[in-house]
């Protein structure tokens, strides 16, 4: 087997699966982390998710195993939508 090649059934299911709700929690936590108005921090939470999403991708993509990706993807989602939980209250 070839791994420059051969990307495996698991890092291909975790780049294109678990890369959207990392992204998403990384906008959220975006949002609520931002230190400037509610609109301006929407819109910026907003549209990073549309570069976020396709780095994620590459990224999980980079992986040297399937299960390595899937728990890259879990962790930074829950980072993420843990540090967003965190800073929920503070707007």
Known sequence: MNLATDHGLGRT???????????LAT?????QLLPF??????????????????AAICVLFLAR?????WGLAILLTAAAAGLAALCSGAT
């Open 27 to 31: 906008s959220v936590a975006m949002v």
């Open 65 to 69: 195993s399937g299960l390595r990706a």
């Open 13 to 23: 299911t975790a780049a294109l699966l678990g890369s959207l709700p990392a992204a």
């Open 37 to 54: 108005g509610l609109e301006l921090r929407f819109m910026l939470g907003f549209f990073a998710f549309f570069v976020l999403w396709p």
